[in-house]
């Protein structure tokens, strides 16, 4: 058996796990933007926010899985967010698509002078975020030339396997340097039909994050933060940061930030280190890039030499912080 096609059949039992949960294909991706993880996010800045996002897992290995994500979030009216995001992943012989549109309502927690949004107060705020998502799900025709691939938990028909749609709810909360945002995925139960009958619902996700920026001199900021994500299936993740930026102090057009990120797994009778990221990334105006290099802590570490993750950004203002 081809050593690509075992991976593809690992990838494919994935899904009654990580893999198959559509929130996972972009969940790394919320060190450049929380709203990835949380609708509440979609406008909670005065900025409107481009981003584009490529991610290249298990470098090394043949068919290795690819992600590429765009999205965008901006404030409209007063109190109003919108934002959306679409995603392309590849994973050996399967493949799915899709994305997201959300709505988010901010109420301001502070008191507010003027008339306009950027006369009013944004330091303390309460954001509430619903998405309506979708998904779509295939596989390659060269699985089906496998001598392998006629197993009916493979085959199931022909390689496209059709649309799936299901919501996500979020909540943000911002007081001054704190953040504290708490989302759910997959609050419809969907069976997972691609994959033939008896496939499990998706298992609904949530994700709580927080973080606090210690102001210093020279314009330096220094955030640790958390992440934990669980869900119906007792699977548990947290994500340990902490992230270092400045704004040169003579010259307001640049900026920087360096981080790192720790992920331990705390399944029952599972825990175990499972990876270490250092990133960074650069604003020069409303121009951004990063970078972020996975380092996988578990024994399929020694057979690839890591993930990496490109951003590239554009924001329509200049804003105090990275990847809100």
Known sequence: MKIKFVFSLLALFCLHGVMKAQEEIVYDQYHFNYYLVNPAVAGAERCSHLMLTGKF????????????????????????GLGAYAYNDKNG????QGGQASFAYHIPLSE?????????????QLSFGVSAVVSHYGFSEK???????????????????????????????????????????????TEMTELGAGEPVRPMTAFAFLGYD??????????????????????????VNLKFMQTLPDNEDFSYWLEASYRHCLDAGNAQAL??????GIRYKGFHLGYAYALGLTG???HNSGSHEIMLGYS?????HFCR
């Open 214 to 239: 210690i102001d210093m001199a020279n314009n330096m900021t220094i955030e640790p933060g958390l992440m934990f994500k669980a869900d119906e299936n007792d699977q548990r993740q947290l994500d």
């Open 275 to 280: 990876a270490f990221y250092p990133m960074g």
């Open 143 to 189: 699985l089906f030339s496998d001598a392998n691939s006629s197993d009916p938990l493979v085959g199931n028909g022909d390689t496209d396997k059709g649309f799936y749609f299901n919501a996500n709810f979020g909540t943000y909360f911002l007081w001054d340097n704190f953040f504290l945002g708490v989302s759910a995925m997959n609050l419809i139960p």
């Open 57 to 80: 897992q298990w470098v090394g290995m043949d068919d290795a899985p690819m992600t590429q994500s765009l999205s965008f979030r901006t404030r409209v009216l007063k109190n109003v």
């Open 93 to 96: 012989y399967s493949y799915r």
């Open 316 to 320: 329509w203002c200049i804003t105090k």
């Open 300 to 302: 399929i570490n020694h």
């Open 112 to 124: 507010n002078s003027g008339y306009f949004m950027k006369e009013r107060s944004i330091d303390r």
